[in-house]
């Protein structure tokens, strides 16, 4: 008998061990949680970034990002957002130009079911790579979940746990990741929100 409990209590303490707390313990850092972060991030453009039911909003502006104050190499993303079909935004990763940001100077993970060029929608990391057309993991109507890795030169994009985009580039190494908000609606119209409810990041 007594010999079970000793056996029960290791096997507890290995089983809590193994628990990952989202934000607590395993490197992860909670930039936004609900409502809740907006001052981690500096503005850039004129998106009208906001705190709203719960979550960091935008819906008006030609193009804003919430930057990052901080700089990230090697990390892992985790972010719970809602998008329209129509909402034109995405995870913009190691920006090498801190008030000029696109897909020029930092890759761009896509959320956009109702991109022109359907390749690099959402799930795409765009003109690094493609997902199949017609887009089969669409954002739109309800609360998804992106997971970015960069390691090196290694990327993996997964949406609601699935892999979308995988690749190999080494244009950027580092800088301040970015969360967008721009026009998507058609024919260059405003296009649905964009919300945040959580993003983590951990370094690798």
Known sequence: MKRFFVLTAVAMVVACADMRIPGMGGGWETLIDGDKGIENFDRVGDANWRTEGGAIVADKGKSGFLLTKKSYKDFEIRAEFWAASDTNSGIFIRCNNREKIGSAGCYEVNIWDTRPEPKYGTGAIVDVAAVPVPIQNKAGGKWNTYEVTAKGS?????????????????????????????????????????????VQVRPL
């Open 154 to 198: 290694q990327f993996t994009v997964k949406l609601n746990g699935v892999q979308t985009a995988a690749a190999q580039d080494s244009k950027f190494t580092e800088g301040p990741f970015g969360l967008q908000y721009a026009l998507g609606g058609a024919n260059g119209a405003q296009g649905g929100p964009i919300k945040w409810r959580k």
